[in-house]
C-alpha cells in the first residue's frame, strides 16, 4: 500500500509508514489490499461491505525515497529550443499531455533545459510509448518537473494526439539603461550573478559609451557623465572597464569586479539614435512601400514581432524611412533569423521604433508566423488638402499645404481665385465655388489668427461600368479630365454597394477582378463609409498613388430593386431562398413545380432584385391556394406574371407538396463560392474547410468556431445550411482564419469577424471541416421521412429517406423539438411524446444521431446532427457505446393538419 501511494506521487518506493493522527473531514478508504503491480491507490482492492470503524488517531503517513532524476529532451523541432517534450522515466522516454498545461508548466520545462523562461506552448502530436504525465501543474517556482503536481506517473486519459511540445527562449537581457529620460539615456547596469551591478567610472570613457549604446540598441554616444546611484540593491560593481571599440559587447571588453566604487561613481550614458533608414527596412513586400519590418541590430537584420503592434508604431517605423504615414500594418509571419523587437508600444511621436516601448533586444515570446509588416504612404503627390468645417463634405473646408514634412494652414493675404481653382482641380474637383475664412482654433501666425478655407465644385458623373453589360463590368473613375480604373486592394462588398448607388442601382455585390484596362490606375487601398456624396470623398493612397497593375483592376456586379410587392419567398434559411409565393386577388399562395425551369425562377430572383437563380427546388410546407402551374418563363421577363402559363391562375392539379423553391445568386458574377471549398469529404457537401486569400489556398482553426458559422460556409457553398462542424485536421500551408465570428447573416465566410488574414496561434490539427444540407434533403419532407410499426400513421419507429435507402434514427440526446420537427414534417401538428424502442430485429443502416433541433426546421434531416452515418458512438456513465437498434427512436404524433 505504501509503495502505491509514494509510486503514483512520482517516488521510486516507500521507506516506511507510520499512524500520525491530526486529520479532520471524511476518512474515505480503509481494509485496502495493493499489489505491486497497483500504479494508484484507487485501483487497490478494498472491502466494501465493512463499514469502516477508525477515527482521525487513525490516520497513516507515509515516508517515500527521494523523486528520481528526471531527464527531458525536446523532441522533433527545429533546434534544441523547441520540439515535443520528452520526460525519461524508469528508463523510459515517453510524452506529457496537454490536459491543463500552461505557461508556468513550460517555463520549468525550459529552465531546467538551461534556457531562461519559454516563449509559448503548442500541441505536437507524433509521439510513441508512454504517456508518463497529465495535467501538470507547476506553479513556475519549481526547478524541476518532478516538484510538480501531476495525476501521477502514467496515470492519464490522453492519446498521443495531445501531446505537448514547448518553444524556449534563448535570448536574455544582461544589460540596460536606468533612471533616464528616455530609452536613450540612463545608468548603465549589467546582469552578473543574477543580479543587476552598476559599472564603475573609473577607466570609463567614450569608446566603452559607444560599445554600451550600440549593444542597447543606438548609434552610438552622445556623452556620458558621473552619476549618484542611491537606489541601486547592491554594493559590487563593474570597474576598471577598458574597450578597443570594436566590441559587441560590453562584457567582451577588459573589466573588473570590486565593491571598493561608491554609489557616487556610477556611469550614466546618453545616446545617439539613428532616425534614418540605416537601421530599418521592409523585407519581402511588393514594392518599397510594404514589407516585412526589421531594424539591425549588433551587425544582424532581425524582425518584429506584432504582439502589441499598433498603427502608432506602423506611423513611426514608415515617417522613420521616409514616407508620409503608415496606411495599415499586418501579420507579414515569412521571417527567418533573429526577432529583435516584441511588445513595442510607440506614442506616435517617436522619431525611431529605438525610442518605443519594448521589452529589450531579443526578448519575446514570439516565432516568424507573428513578424509584423506594414504598408506606408508614400509623400503626398498633391501637396493640398481640405479639412471639412462643421457640416461640410471634403469639397469644402480649411486649406492646407504639406511642407516640410508637415501641414500647415494658409493665411488669406494675397490668396487668389486663380490660385484656389489650381487647388480645386488638383484635388479632383472641377475649379471652387468659394474662398472664405475661418478662425484657426490652433495658434498661427496669420493676422487674427485667420485662415483660408475653400469650397470646391464637385464632378457628378466620374464613374462609369466598363463591360458588355450595364449591370456589370470594370470600375473606371473620371479625373483630371482622363478615366482610369480602380485597383481591387481592399475594394470589398461595402465599397461595391457604395458604387452601384451612385451609378443608379439598388446595390452591389461581392467585387471581382475584372482586369483589362489601360492608361492611369487612379485609385488604390479605396473605402467607403457610405455616406459620401462621391468616390473622390473615400479614403485611398490618392490619387494616382498605388501598387498595382491592370491585372488588378476591380470589376463590380450592380442591381436595380424588383417589384417584390407581389412575389416573396418563405421558409428558407435567408432571404435569398425558400418558398416562392405570389399575390394575387388580395391573397398569398404557391407556385406548382410541374414544368418549372432555370428560366422560371431565375425570373422570380430577377424580380426580388437578386442577380440571378442558382437552383430550384421541391420544397412543400405552403397552404392557401397554389396559384401558379406549368410556367414557361424565357428567362428575360420582368416579373413571374409576364411568363406565359399552360394554366389560369389557381387552375392545376398540383397539391403542396409540389410547392415549388429557388435559390438566388447573392455572390459576385464569378461566385464566391469559388473563394470557398471543401477537401477530403466522403462528397461535395463535406470536408476540411479551405479559403482562398493572396493567390494561394488556407485553412480556417477551429477556435470559437460555431454552428453559426459553418452555415454560412455551407451557404456560400449552394447548400441549404450546415449539418454539423468538427476538427478535421489534415491541412497544409496557410492557416488564414481564426476566432471566426458570423452573425449568420453574411454572404460569405470573408465578411464574418475574425482575428484577421494570418492572424492565428493554431497548428493544422486544428482545421475545421464542416458537412453541408443539400437542397434536396429539404425538398419534399413528407417523402423522406416515415414512422414504422406504430397503432397508426401518427406514432412508430423513425425511419429517414436518404442515400437511396431508409435508415433509423439513435436516440442519443434526442428530446421532445427533435420529435416536433418530426412530426410536423409528417404534416402533424405536435409530438406528444418520444420513447426508446428497444427493437433488436431491424435491419437498417442508422442514419442519425446526436440531433439538435431549435424547432424551426422544415424537416428532420436540416437539423443539427453527427452527420449521416451507420455507426454512432455515444457516453454512457463512463463507459463509450455504439449505438444499436435498441436505441433507435420511437415517436407519437398529434392533431394532423387539413390538407389542400
Not at 567610472?201 to 549604446?213: P, R, S, W
Amino acid at each position: 500500500k505504501k509503495n502505491t501511494i509514494c509510486r503514483q506521487l512520482g517516488y521510486e518506493s516507500a521507506i516506511n509508514y507510520n499512524i500520525i493522527g491530526g486529520g479532520t473531514g471524511r476518512i474515505w478508504l480503509e481494509n485496502l489490499e495493493c499489489s505491486e503491480t497497483d500504479t494508484v491507490i484507487e485501483n487497490c482492492a478494498r472491502n466494501t461491505s465493512i463499514i469502516h470503524q477508525c477515527t482521525h488517531a487513525d490516520d497513516i503517513a507515509v515516508s517515500c525515497t527521494s523523486r528520481p532524476d528526471i531527464r527531458i529532451r525536446l523532441v522533433g523541432g527545429t533546434d534544441p529550443s523547441n520540439g515535443r517534450v520528452e520526460v525519461l522515466y524508469h528508463q523510459s522516454w515517453g510524452t506529457i499531455c496537454d490536459d491543463r498545461f500552461d505557461l508556468n508548466d513550460a517555463n520549468v520545462i525550459c529552465r531546467s533545459l538551461g534556457f531562461p523562461s519559454s516563449r509559448f506552448f503548442y500541441n505536437a502530436i507524433g509521439g510513441q510509448g508512454p504517456i508518463h504525465l497529465d495535467e501538470l501543474n507547476c506553479n513556475g517556482s519549481e526547478s524541476s518537473i518532478a516538484e510538480c503536481g501531476s495525476n501521477g506517473w502514467s496515470v492519464n486519459d490522453c492519446v498521443h494526439s495531445q501531446d505537448i511540445g514547448v518553444v524556449c527562449n534563448t535570448a536574455i537581457e544582461t544589460i540596460r539603461l536606468v533612471g533616464g529620460i528616455d530609452a536613450t539615456s540612463g545608468r548603465v547596469e549589467v546582469l552578473r550573478d543574477n543580479e543587476w551591478q552598476s559599472v564603475c567610472t573609473d577607466g570609463f570613457g567614450l569608446k566603452e559609451a559607444n560599445v554600451v549604446c550600440r549593444q542597447v540598441g543606438f548609434l552610438a554616444a552622445e556623452s556620458y557623465s558621473q552619476t549618484n546611484s542611491t537606489t541601486t540593491t547592491t554594493n559590487n560593481r563593474v570597474t576598471n572597464v577598458n574597450c578597443v571599440g570594436n566590441e559587441t559587447m560590453i562584457q567582451n571588453c577588459h573589466h573588473s569586479f570590486s565593491g571598493n566604487c561608491s554609489t557616487n561613481r556610477d556611469v550614466n550614458v546618453v545616446c545617439q539614435v539613428d532616425t534614418t533608414r540605416g537601421t530599418l527596412r521592409l523585407a519581402g513586400g511588393r514594392n518599397q512601400l510594404e514589407g516585412r519590418v526589421e531594424v539591425y541590430f549588433r551587425g544582424e537584420w532581425g524582425s518584429v514581432c506584432d504582439d502589441y503592434f499598433s498603427i502608432r508604431s506602423a506611423n513611426v517605423v514608415c515617417r522613420q524611412l521616409g514616407y508620409y504615414e503608415a496606411i495599415t500594418y499586418y501579420t507579414e509571419g515569412t521571417g527567418t533569423g533573429n526577432i529583435w523587437l516584441d511588445d513595442v508600444v510607440c506614442t506616435g511621436d517617436e522619431a525611431s521604433i529605438q525610442l518605443c516601448s519594448f521589452p529589450g533586444w531579443g526578448v519575446h515570446n514570439c516565432v516568424h508566423k507573428e513578424d509584423v509588416g506594414v504598408v506606408c504612404r508614400e509623400l503626398p503627390q498633391v501637396p493640398f488638402r481640405l479639412i471639412p468645417v462643421e457640416g461640410s463634405d471634403t469639397s469644402r473646408g480649411i486649406l492646407e499645404i504639406f511642407n516640410n514634412n508637415n501641414w500647415g494652414v494658409v493665411c488669406p493675404s494675397n490668396f487668389t481665385e486663380d490660385t484656389a481653382t489650381s487647388i480645386c482641380n488638383q484635388l479632383g474637383f472641377n475649379g471652387h465655388n468659394s474662398i472664405f475664412s475661418v478662425e484657426s482654433l490652433r495658434s498661427t501666425n496669420c493676422s487674427g489668427n485667420s485662415v483660408v478655407g475653400i469650397g470646391c465644385n464637385i464632378i457628378s458623373e466620374n464613374l462609369r461600368l466598363v463591360g458588355t453589360d450595364p449591370t456589370r463590368g470594370r470600375l473606371e473613375v473620371f479625373h483630371e479630365g482622363v478615366w482610369g480604373t480602380i485597383c481591387d486592394d481592399q475594394f470589398t462588398i461595402a465599397e461595391a454597394n457604395f458604387v452601384c448607388s451612385q451609378l443608379g442601382f439598388s446595390r452591389g455585390y461581392q467585387p471581382y477582378i475584372a482586369g483589362g484596362g489601360t492608361g492611369r490606375i487612379w485609385l488604390d487601398d479605396v473605402h467607403c463609409a457610405g455616406n459620401e456624396s462621391n468616390i473622390q470623398f473615400c479614403s485611398s493612397r490618392g490619387w494616382g498613388v498605388h501598387d498595382c497593375d491592370h491585372d488588378e483592376d476591380v470589376g463590380v456586379v450592380c442591381t436595380r430593386s424588383g417589384n417584390s410587392k407581389t412575389i416573396r419567398l418563405i421558409g428558407g434559411s435567408g432571404s435569398w431562398n425558400g418558398r416562392v409565393e405570389v399575390f394575387h386577388k388580395n391573397s398569398w399562395g404557391t407556385i406548382c413545380g410541374n414544368q418549372f425551369t432555370i428560366n422560371d425562377a431565375t425570373v422570380v430572383c430577377r424580380q426580388l432584385g437578386f442577380l440571378s437563380a442558382s437552383s430550384f427546388y421541391m420544397i412543400g410546407g405552403g397552404s392557401r391556394t397554389i396559384w401558379l402551374s406549368n410556367l414557361r418563363c424565357n428567362g428575360n421577363e420582368s416579373s413571374i406574371e409576364d411568363c406565359q402559363s399552360t394554366n389560369d391562375w389557381g387552375v392545376n392539379e398540383c397539391t403542396h407538396s409540389q410547392d415549388i423553391g429557388v435559390v438566388c445568386v447573392t455572390s459576385e458574377y464569378i461566385g464566391s463560392s469559388e473563394t470557398v471549398r471543401l477537401v477530403g469529404g466522403a462528397d461535395s457537401s463535406s470536408g476540411r474547410v479551405e479559403v482562398f486569400h493572396n493567390q494561394e489556398w488556407g485553412t480556417i482553426c477551429d477556435d470559437h468556431f460555431e454552428d453559426i458559422d459553418a452555415d454560412v460556409v455551407c451557404r456560400q457553398r449552394g447548400f441549404y445550411g450546415a449539418f454539423r462542424s468538427y476538427r478535421v485536421g489534415g491541412g497544409l500551408g496557410n492557416i488564414w482564419l481564426d476566432e471566426v465570428l458570423c452573425t449568420g447573416n453574411e454572404i460569405t465566410i470573408e465578411q464574418c469577424g475574425s482575428n484577421g488574414w494570418g492572424i492565428h496561434d493554431c497548428v493544422h490539427v486544428e482545421d475545421i471541416g464542416v458537412d453541408c444540407i443539400s437542397f434536396q434533403d429539404t425538398s419534399s419532407p413528407h417523402e423522406t421521412i416515415r414512422l414504422v410499426g406504430g397503432e397508426d400513421s401518427s406514432s412508430g419507429r423513425v425511419e429517414i429517406f436518404h442515400n437511396s435507402q431508409w435508415g433509423t434514427v439513435c436516440a442519443f440526446n434526442f428530446d421532445i423539438v427533435d420529435a416536433t420537427v418530426a412530426c410536423r414534417q409528417l404534416g402533424f401538428t405536435i409530438a406528444s411524446g418520444f420513447y426508446v424502442t428497444n427493437d433488436t430485429n431491424v435491419d437498417q443502416i442508422i442514419w442519425l444521431s446526436n440531433l439538435k433541433c431549435v424547432g424551426t426546421e422544415l424537416s428532420l434531416q436540416s437539423c443539427r446532427s453527427d452527420g449521416w452515418s451507420d455507426r454512432f458512438s455515444f457516453i454512457s456513465g463512463k463507459s463509450e457505446n455504439i449505438c444499436t437498434h435498441s436505441d433507435d427512436v420511437f415517436i407519437t404524433c398529434e392533431n394532423p393538419k387539413e390538407k389542400n
